[in-house]
């Protein structure tokens, strides 16, 4: 399989499609998790209107100060975030931004909207890297090996076969939703969803990122990759704390 044009009838970007559908489905899915949860009527659409927009800029800026070499001689292109160049960790961290103003306005626990976004946050994540697919980006290490020539194994780009990175991440996202909706009934204490999300991801991300082609780098070290072992052990190291306490407790 090779990447396909990023425009739908040769006008609307295909990025931008998935990205606002990927929106519209976190607000719906916000709203009735919310909902279950007794929160104020429309908590879920407050929290997209607060973390979406700063999720974004954070995406955009975190992928430009690691890229800027794409954008100084022409820095204006640095906004135009429908061509794709979005960081995820970067929206994680706007967004994550959004809530706690969010929490501090309307005196709402920060961890249990965080709770609530988490599932939402990696089912975009899961849809957004389709839209690597169009752009023609985030594809792994050359495929030599004609045995291996074949998707979902490799994509062709650029004159030749890659892993599929995208779709290796796009799966284990999809993974991690399910395992994270499942989980959200069952868990015990205020921010354990989250951290299971920070954990999974982390995980998958830390693998995935080594085969990429396109690391956002930070001298020698790839900058996702170093961030998601730190994120992915450190949240594991809460989890089991939270536990441990919480069964000296009774």
Same mark, same amino acid.
Not at 72 to 81: I, V
Not at 155 to 166: I, N, P, Q, S
């Given at each position: 399989?090779?990447?396909?044009?990023?425009?739908?009838?040769?006008?609307?970007?295909?990025?931008?499609?998935?990205?606002?559908?990927?929106?519209?489905?976190?607000?719906?899915?916000?709203?009735?998790?919310?909902?279950?949860?007794?929160?104020?009527?429309?908590?879920?659409?407050?929290?997209?209107?607060?973390?979406?927009?700063?999720?974004?800029?954070?995406? *955009?800026?975190?992928?430009?100060?690691? *890229?800027?070499?794409?954008?100084?001689?022409?820095?204006?292109?640095?906004?135009?975030?429908?061509?794709?160049?979005?960081?995820?960790?970067?929206?994680?961290?706007?967004?994550?931004?959004?809530?706690?103003?969010?929490? *501090?306005? @309307?005196?709402?626990?920060?961890?249990?909207?965080?709770?609530?976004?988490?599932?939402?946050?990696?089912?975009?994540?899961?849809?957004?890297?389709?839209?690597?697919?169009?752009?023609?980006?985030?594809?792994?290490?050359?495929?030599?090996?004609?045995?291996?020539?074949?998707?979902?194994?490799?994509?062709?780009?650029?004159?030749?076969?890659?892993?599929?990175?995208?779709?290796?991440?796009?799966?284990?996202?999809?993974?991690?939703?399910?395992?994270?909706?499942?989980?959200?009934?069952?868990?015990? *204490?205020?921010?354990?969803?989250?951290?299971?999300?920070?954990?999974?991801?982390?995980?998958?991300?830390?693998?995935?990122?080594?085969? @990429?082609?396109?690391?956002?780098?930070?001298?020698?070290?790839?900058? +996702?990759?170093?961030? +998601?072992? %730190?994120?992915?052990?450190?949240?594991? %190291?809460?989890?089991?704390? @939270?536990?441990?306490?919480?069964?000296?407790?009774?």
């Amino acid at each position: 399989m090779a990447f396909m044009s990023n425009k739908l009838f040769g006008v609307i970007s295909i990025y931008g499609l998935l990205i606002a559908c990927a929106i519209l489905l976190a607000v719906t899915v916000c709203q009735r998790e919310a909902r279950r949860r007794g929160l104020p009527q429309d908590t879920g659409l407050d929290m997209a209107l607060w973390a979406v927009p700063l999720a974004v800029i954070g995406a *955009r800026v975190y992928y430009v100060i690691f *890229r800027w070499d794409l954008y100084r001689a022409r820095p204006l292109t640095a906004l135009y975030f429908w061509q794709g160049g979005l960081a995820i960790y970067g929206g994680v961290i706007g967004g994550f931004i959004g809530l706690w103003l969010l929490s *501090r306005r @309307r005196k709402l626990k920060l961890l249990t909207l965080l709770d609530i976004a988490a599932p939402v946050v990696i089912l975009g994540q899961a849809i957004g890297r389709w839209g690597n697919f169009f752009n023609g980006e985030a594809y792994g290490s050359p495929v030599t090996d004609p045995a291996w020539q074949f998707f979902p194994v490799a994509v062709y780009a650029d004159g030749g076969w890659h892993l599929a990175t995208f779709f290796y991440e796009s799966c284990w996202n999809l993974l991690g939703f399910i395992l994270l909706w499942l989980y959200r009934k069952k868990a015990k *204490r205020e921010g354990n969803v989250f951290f299971l999300y920070l954990a999974w991801y982390g995980a998958g991300r830390a693998v995935i990122e080594g085969l @990429r082609a396109d690391s956002l780098m930070w001298g020698p070290v790839r900058v +996702s990759q170093a961030l +998601s072992a %730190v994120l992915c052990l450190g949240s594991i %190291v809460i989890l089991i704390c @939270r536990n441990h306490n919480k069964k000296d407790s009774q």
